[in-house]
């Protein structure tokens, strides 16, 4: 009988990644960094641009450590500290490669081929994608592992990848007879604001990609804009209902409401209670003003740390060099365990 332990017994690590691949929007605010904020006080925290993800598909060279700087101001200006949480661009940190390509050897065909998001992205056009766009979860659950990550802070959208990330940790810790080795990570989803849809149609998600504008609320929009998007979002003919299960069937006003619940804090049924009964000619001027106080100051912030990139770069450079202390011993016990050469 084997005396390792079976299962993970090392200390707690909170990790999660932002692509820098357009601006950020509400969904994103809501879903991953209003709890990286969250968690950063009494959670040991490491939350990464994921450059590399985001030339999965093409980014412009140009752009690229621009939009870098964009999402760093963002984490800044949403809350997160540097002095209590480590931010950094993920290209800078040779671990996640490195790792990423042990876990292919791990990863089954099968495996990626069930992945939602890469089926949706590529639609039929799958055999003209990047072999990165596939191998993408890979890469995803090589950043969560290389630092030992026990909780992962995401929407609900990366439930499939976090799922994979379980999977790989788990075959790597069986094939190669190290229990416990890696932890199996896991997801922090649940909340208000896991899931925000698209102010346009509420059987989407807010998504960068959609083509129309006013279907999500960019952290760079400013006031009379965000109000704007608010008044021209989809509602319906109704009125704010009673109770939670009356939103069902009405995927808009069940939006509008999660929103405001996430924003104030409170949960649907509160804001139900406080709003029951009203159209949406008063209830949305209610969300319109919620949001603006909410987002206008991360906006007006994430503007003044974008005046001084020099200042940026220094926290990223700073957050590279304390994540690669993290995660390079990792990697390196990765490669005893595999068995690979060394003096
Ligand atoms: P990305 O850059 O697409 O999105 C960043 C975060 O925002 C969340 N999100 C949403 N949450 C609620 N409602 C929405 N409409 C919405 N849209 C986006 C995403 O769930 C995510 O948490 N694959 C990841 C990046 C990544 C990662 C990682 C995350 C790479 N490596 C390791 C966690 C751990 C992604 O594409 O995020």
């Not at 998007?229 to 939006?255: C, Q, T, W």
């Amino acid at each position: 009988m084997s005396d390792k332990p079976a299962e993970y017994t090392g200390p707690e690590r909170v990790f999660s990644g932002v692509q820098p691949s357009g601006s950020l929007h509400l969904g994103n605010y809501l879903g991953a960094l209003k709890k990286f904020v969250d968690l950063q006080d009494d959670h040991d925290c490491v939350y990464c641009i994921v450059d590399l993800h985001a030339v999965t598909v093409w980014q412009e060279p140009k752009e690229l450590a621009n939009q870098t700087r964009h999402i760093a101001a963002a984490f800044l200006a949403a809350g997160v500290d540097p002095a209590k949480a480590i931010i950094y661009p993920q290209s800078r940190v040779r671990a996640h490669t490195e790792l990423a390509w042990y876990f292919n050897c791990v990863a089954r065909i099968g495996w990626l081929n069930r992945m939602t998001q890469f089926k949706d992205k590529a639609g039929k056009n799958s055999e003209k994608m990047s072999v990165g766009l596939y191998d993408y979860p890979v890469l995803q659950a090589a950043d969560i592992l290389t630092f030992k990550a026990t909780h992962v802070p995401v929407g609900e959208d990366q439930k499939q990848h976090l799922e994979l990330s379980r999977d790989i940790a788990a075959k790597f810790n069986n094939d190669f007879d190290a229990p416990g080795f890696f932890p199996l990570p896991e997801p922090l989803i649940k909340g208000p604001g896991a899931r925000v849809m698209s102010l346009k149609d509420g059987s989407n998600k807010m998504s960068k990609s959609d083509p129309s504008d006013l279907s999500r609320i960019n952290l760079t929009d400013d006031a009379d804009l965000i109000a704007k998007k608010i008044r021209k979002a989809k509602s319906d003919a109704g009125v704010i209902p009673e109770a939670v299960e009356e939103l069902e069937g009405r995927p808009e006003v069940s939006n509008l409401v999660g929103i405001y619940a996430a924003l104030s804090g409170k949960s649907d049924a509160d804001v139900l209670t406080e709003f029951a009964g009203q159209g949406f000619g008063a209830f949305k001027p209610a969300l319109a003003e919620l949001c603006v106080e909410k987002i206008a100051p991360i906006t007006q912030l994430m503007n003044r740390y974008l005046s001084d990139p020099e200042e940026i770069d220094r926290i990223l450079a700073r957050g590279a060099d304390a994540a690669s202390e993290i995660a390079d011993p990792i990697v390196g016990d990765v490669r005893d365990i595999m068995g690979f050469w060394k003096v």
